[in-house]
């Protein structure tokens, strides 16, 4: 399924192929693009100056073409120019890719690959249902070709034949060494990141549990583009605890950022009752691995001031950034599960939780009372720092023009974070000195941004309407004659967590209460809001920019 025009579905149908995939200078600017967005962060598994001589030769499968388009065609002109407009483009395309995808159900590399593309597109679609099956489905196939076992001890399966991938097989089925083998490893991590970014621990588990993985971390970009001698098959694992790259980094923070959301997800403190600080509680020992992660960073990747300028000059900048967010996302899901939903007059973070069962302490000695607030402070500081840590990063990218609106995931970070603004932005607690006008700001900030993600992924709607709400229920409740109560029924079902991320254009039905309007508040204290958004020339330039720096890198690689 390559060249041809048609191919016989399961029933002996025929499915006939777009025309685009005929229009071969078409096809090689999404490739471009496609390569300039995302080629780094989250599809790595590509090599660049590969794709483009099999693309030339006829080599790339159709359902890889159609998943790339699918998801570049918002930023083309070329493309969405003849629909109207960006987002009906990609929708458009994606009808397509989805019935292609139908009849394209073999285990192979080619179709894991363009379902975890495809499955992207759902995800900022707000899809997150049709995401999960088809990210499953390359989950499973992945499995099938035992991408999660490349690089398995024998010793594991004791020459049973079967199971782990052992070492004996390994090399005689393929060189060790070789760039097909790490791009199966490749698409293998990319089936686990995305794996944990979609989970939320109730309806959508994670997949791939850590247990089951013996598979290397992949290798640097310099290395997976310029191979040298055996740097490919170095011993890099959760097993190890050693990264080796900045994508291995990733993995590492991205597997405890699924846990803590697998741990809220099945109800958290809810359920886990013990003190936090107590070792034998899951947060004493997720915030610990959170810690311990950070401090073995290599120096020159440690979240610091001096780093947040100087990774500009560097390749992997916007990795760096995607890590770094994804690190204090974790933190501020941790450390913002005891907050209550709406905090009550009188509650103060530093003090500890006022809502949920009583916690239970373990620890007899007389120093309880120390510890106790010793956490409270360390762990609200530690919610508030991440909020705006989150926030400062995807500015990072902005100012940059590193292309922030290209991955829908980092509006899910900013959306955490606003969490935090919008209660900071009406509560007065020490933690923050009670500098309501700086958590406004931010959160004005991160509307915006959220606006600008909206021209380009649907979901980012539901996002501020999301915020919308948690802002102004944050607003009423904290006023001494509010009753945030007449707002309450039928709209808070779950704490913050789950609030926030369970916003889906499947499965919703909510109505927006007309008064809880987040822009009237925040733009009458800090001007207009829609004098910060581009208006169309804006949007024209940024995705011309696109293509054309795409184009430049284009002719660098060959």
């Known amino acids: 399924m390559k060249n041809s025009d048609t191919v016989d579905g399961v029933d002996g149908t025929p499915l006939v192929f777009p025309d685009i995939l005929k229009d071969k200078a078409t096809i090689l600017q999404a490739v471009r693009v496609f390569f300039d967005l995302y080629g780094k962060i989250p599809f790595f598994f590509f090599r660049r100056h590969e794709f483009y001589k ?34 009906e483009a990609s929708e458009y395309y994606a009808q397509i890719t989805e019935k292609i995808l139908l009849f394209s159900n073999t285990p192979t590399l080619s179709n ?77 991590w990319c089936c686990f990141l995305l794996d944990r970014i979609l989970s939320n621990g109730r309806d959508r588990p994670v997949s791939i549990p850590v247990e089951s993985i013996h598979t290397n971390f992949p290798c640097s970009e310099t290395e997976f583009l310029y191979p040298t001698g055996n740097h490919i098959s170095r011993n890099f694992s959760f097993k190890t605890k ?44 997720m915030d610990s691995d959170l810690e311990e992660w950070h401090n073995n960073l290599p120096f020159h ?34 450390h ?24 239970v302490v373990l620890d007899t000695s007389d120093d309880v009372p120390l510890k106790a607030r010793e956490f409270w402070k360390y762990s609200s500081v530690a919610a508030l720092e991440s909020a705006h840590n989150i926030s400062a990063l995807f500015q990072y990218l902005v100012v940059n023009d590193d292309q922030p609106y290209c991955l829908p995931f980092l509006g899910i970070c900013l959306q955490t974070a606003d969490t935090i603004h919008s209660m900071y932005s009406h509560f007065t607690w020490p933690v923050c000195d009670g500098d309501h006008d700086k958590e406004k700001k931010l959160l004005m900030r991160d509307v915006v941004s959220m606006v600008k993600f909206e021209q380009f992924w649907p979901l980012a709607a539901l996002w501020l309407r999301a915020i919308r709400k948690y802002y102004a229920v944050t607003g009423v409740a904290a006023r001494k004659d509010g009753d945030p109560s007449v707002w309450m029924n039928g709209f808070v079902k779950d704490q913050t967590m789950n ?60």
């Open 242 to 285: 050693s990264a080796g790259s900045l994508l291995g980094q990733l993995m590492l923070v991205i597997e405890i950022f699924g846990r803590i959301l697998a741990w809220q997800g099945l109800g958290g403190r809810m359920l886990d009752r013990v003190v936090p600080w107590d070792p034998s509680m899951p947060v004493s020992a």
């Open 336 to 359: 913002r599960e005891y907050y209550p939903f709406l905090p009550p007059p009188g509650f103060d973070p530093a003090n500890g939780p006022v809502d949920g069962p009583e916690l």
């Open 499 to 558: 609030f926030i991320r369970e916003m889906n254009i499947e499965h919703h039905d909510d109505p927006v209460p007309e008064d809880l309007d987040i822009f009237t508040e925040i733009s009458n204290h800090w001007g207009r809001l829609s004098a910060d958004i581009p208006d169309d020339d804006d949007k024209s330039l940024r995705i011309n920019f696109a293509i054309q720096r795409s184009r430049a890198s284009d002719q660098n690689d060959h």
């Open 112 to 188: 894991i690959q363009a379902r975890l593309i495809f499955c992207f597109h759902l995800m900022g679609h707000g899809r997150e249902y049709s995401s999960w099956l088809h990210l499953g489905t390359a989950i499973r196939m992945a499995q099938i070709l035992r991408l999660q076992s490349i690089d398995g001890d024998e010793q594991v399966v004791s020459g049973l034949g079967w199971g782990v991938l052992n070492s004996r097989q390994s090399n005689s089925v393929i060189d060790d060494h070789s760039i097909d083998l790490e791009t199966k490893r490749r698409t293998f």
């Open 54 to 87: 099999d693309l030339e030769n006829g080599k790339i499968e159709q359902p890889v073409s159609m998943a790339i388009v699918t998801v570049v065609a918002r930023f083309m002109p070329t493309l969405f120019s003849k629909h109207e407009g960006n987002i």
């Open 301 to 334: 990747y440690k979240f610091t001031k001096e780093n947040l300028f100087s990774q500009a000059q560097l390749s992997e900048s916007r990795l760096w950034v995607v890590t770094m967010m994804f690190y204090f996302q974790a933190k501020c899901y941790l």
